[in-house]
C-alpha cells in the first residue's frame, strides 16, 4: 500500500491544487522538474554541465556532471529512488544546495573521476523564457514552464590530474529551471507517433552574460523555417526588460558537419539594430554523457535501481556517433554593442531546415 502521509514541503504555504505537495496535478508518466548549470572558462580550457532532475511519477531522481578539458569528457551520473523530502537534492554523489533561493546556491559532487565544490551567485534577476509547448499531432508532448540566469562561481574542480580554481573574473556560470511535461524514453508513441514523424528541428538556445547586463535569445523552427519559440531580452538591472525583436541568425559551420564555429544573432530592436556575434570556445554535446536524447548509455528519468551510480570518460578526438543527432552546448565568447560577453551557444539542427540549406539527416554544411 502506498504512503500517502504528508511530506515537509506540506508545512508551507505553496500548494497550486488540492494535493499534497508529494504529487503532481497531472498523472502524465513524463512530469518532470529539473535544472542544468552550465560553467565556462573564459579562455575555452574546460566547460563544466550538470543538472538534477525529479521525475514524480515515475519514482524517479537523477542528477548528472560533465566536464570537457581539450577532448576528454569526465561523466558522473546517478539515480536512485524519489523520496518525501523534495528539498533534499542529493543523489549519490552529486547535490545542490538552495543557500538564497534566486541568489545563491552550491553545487557538489564528491566523486574520484570528477569532484568539484561550487558556489553560484546570480548577477541578475531570473527571467521567464517563452511558454514552451510541443504537440505530436492532437497529442501534447511538451509543455515547460522555464527560466534563465546568469552569474558568477568561486570554487574548486578536480579530474583526473587536472584542477581548475573557478574565478568570478575568469569564468561564466548559467543555469535554467524548468517544469512540465517533457518526454521521457519508454513510452510507445502509438499512432500520432507514426503518422506524425518530425522532418526536421532547428533551436537555438543562448544565454550570455555581460558585465553589466545579461542577454538571452531564444528560437526553435520547424524544417519550413516555420519559428514556434522566438524571443531575444536584454536584462539590465534597474530598468524595465528591453524586447529584442526578432533574432534572425546566421550561423558558419565547421564543412562536412552541422558544428557551428561562429555565429552572428541579428536582433531587430527598431531603435538600435544590434549584432550578436559568437565564437565557439569549446563544445560538449548532451547526448555524450549527460543523458539527453539519443543517449545510448543512460537518459534522464529512466529507472536503474536504487543507488545507482556510473563514471565514464569519453574520447571526444573523432565525433560520437549519436552526438549529430542531439544538442549540443557550446561554451562561447561573444561580442555586442562593443562589450565582450561569455555564455551558452546550444544548438541543434536535425533533419530538413530550409533556411539553412539542410534537405535532409544526411545533409551537411559544404
Known amino acids: 500500500m502506498a504512503d500517502d502521509r504528508p ?11 488540492p494535493l499534497s505537495m508529494k504529487h503532481v496535478a497531472t498523472g502524465d508518466r513524463n512530469a518532470y522538474d529539473r535544472c542544468i548549470f552550465h560553467f565556462l572558462d573564459h579562455e ?12 514524480p511519477n515515475l519514482g524517479v531522481i537523477d542528477a548528472y556532471a560533465t566536464l570537457r578539458t581539450g577532448d576528454t569528457l569526465h561523466a558522473v551520473r546517478a539515480s536512485d529512488a524519489l523520496g518525501d523530502d523534495r528539498t533534499r537534492l542529493v543523489v549519490g554523489p552529486l547535490r545542490i544546495e538552495v543557500v538564497e533561493p534566486l ?9 574520484d573521476l570528477l569532484s568539484y565544490d561550487l558556489t553560484w551567485t546570480a548577477d541578475f534577476p531570473a527571467l521567464w523564457e517563452p511558454h514552451h509547448l510541443q504537440r505530436r499531432g492532437d497529442r501534447l508532448t511538451l509543455e515547460g514552464r ?34 512540465g511535461v517533457r518526454p521521457v524514453p519508454g513510452e510507445e508513441g ?25 542577454l538571452m535569445v531564444i528560437t526553435q523552427e520547424d524544417a519550413d523555417g516555420y519559428r514556434t519559440l522566438s524571443d531575444a531580452t536584454l536584462v539590465v538591472p534597474g530598468r524595465r526588460d528591453r524586447q529584442l525583436g526578432w533574432p534572425q541568425t546566421e550561423i558558419t559551420y565547421r564543412p562536412g558537419t552541422r558544428h557551428p564555429e561562429r555565429a552572428v544573432v541579428h536582433l531587430g530592436d527598431p531603435r538600435k539594430p544590434l549584432e550578436l556575434e559568437a565564437e565557439i570556445l569549446t563544445s560538449s554535446p548532451l547526448a555524450v554523457g549527460a543523458g539527453y536524447p539519443p543517449a545510448d548509455d543512460w537518459q534522464h528519468g529512466t ?7 556510473d563514471r565514464r570518460t569519453y574520447d ?10 542531439g544538442v549540443t552546448d557550446h561554451a562561447a565568447r561573444f561580442r555586442l554593442d562593443g562589450q565582450i560577453g561569455h555564455g551558452i551557444f546550444e544548438h541543434g539542427s536535425f533533419g530538413r531546415h530550409d533556411p539553412s540549406g539542410f534537405t535532409g539527416f544526411d545533409s551537411v554544411a559544404p
Open 7 to 17: 511530506v515537509p514541503l506540506d508545512e508551507y504555504p505553496v500548494h497550486q491544487v
Open 44 to 55: 575555452g580550457r574546460a566547460l563544466l554541465i550538470l543538472g538534477l532532475g525529479v521525475y
Open 103 to 111: 541568489r545563491r546556491l552550491r553545487l557538489v559532487c564528491d566523486d
Open 146 to 179: 522555464r527560466f534563465v540566469q546568469a552569474g558568477r562561481a568561486r570554487g574548486l574542480i578536480r579530474a583526473g590530474d587536472e584542477e581548475f580554481r573557478v574565478t568570478a573574473e575568469g569564468w561564466t556560470g548559467t543555469r535554467d529551471r524548468s517544469w
Open 190 to 214: 502509438g499512432r500520432l507517433a507514426e503518422e506524425h514523424r518530425p522532418e526536421g528541428f532547428h533551436w537555438i538556445w543562448c544565454p550570455v552574460r555581460f558585465a553589466d547586463r545579461f
Open 303 to 309: 529507472w536503474h535501481g536504487k543507488e545507482w551510480t
Open 316 to 325: 571526444l578526438t573523432s565525433p560520437h556517433p549519436l552526438a549529430a543527432y
